[in-house]
Nanobody, 123 residues
Framework: QVQLVESGGGLVQAGGSLRLSCAAS????????MGWFRQAPGKEREFVAG????????YYADSVKDRFFISRDNAVNTVYLQMNRPKTEDTAVYYC????????????????WGQGTQVTVSS
């Protein structure tokens, strides 16, 4: 079993920066690809960013490309999402997920989820 705990959410001004963390425990999470998703009020959960188990491959939704950056530190079993120049439309609950089977941009393919952390971007 894998446990994921997100932290770092809060209120941030548009154009500022914020870093989310996802601490993983349980099985050998360093061998899992990981992803960040988000869900805004009244909307479906959507893919934000993904990273391979080694950290060598990263990929992003077009809406956050060149603003958000995903990274990981397998020594401490933590994945990060650096949010630069956030916009008001980035306001959402952000979730990390682990161990995708198949298309890692699809939430249905992930086996493990955190409880989410709220990010609110003010104008």
């Amino acid at each position: 079993q894998v446990q994921l705990v997100e932290s770092g959410g809060g209120l941030v001004q548009a154009g500022g920066s914020l870093r989310l963390s996802c601490a993983a425990s349980g099985r050998t999470v360093s061998r899992y690809a990981m992803g960040w998703f988000r869900q805004a009020p009244g909307k479906e959960r959507e893919f934000v960013a993904g990273i391979s188990w080694s950290g060598g491959t990263t990929y992003y939704a077009d809406s956050v490309k060149d603003r958000f950056f995903i990274s990981r530190d397998n020594a401490v079993n933590t994945v990060y999402l650096q949010m630069n120049r956030p916009k008001t439309e980035d306001t959402a609950v952000y979730y990390c997920a682990a161990d995708p089977r198949g298309d890692s941009r699809r939430e249905v393919n992930y086996n493990y989820w955190g409880q989410g952390t709220q990010v609110t971007v003010s104008s």
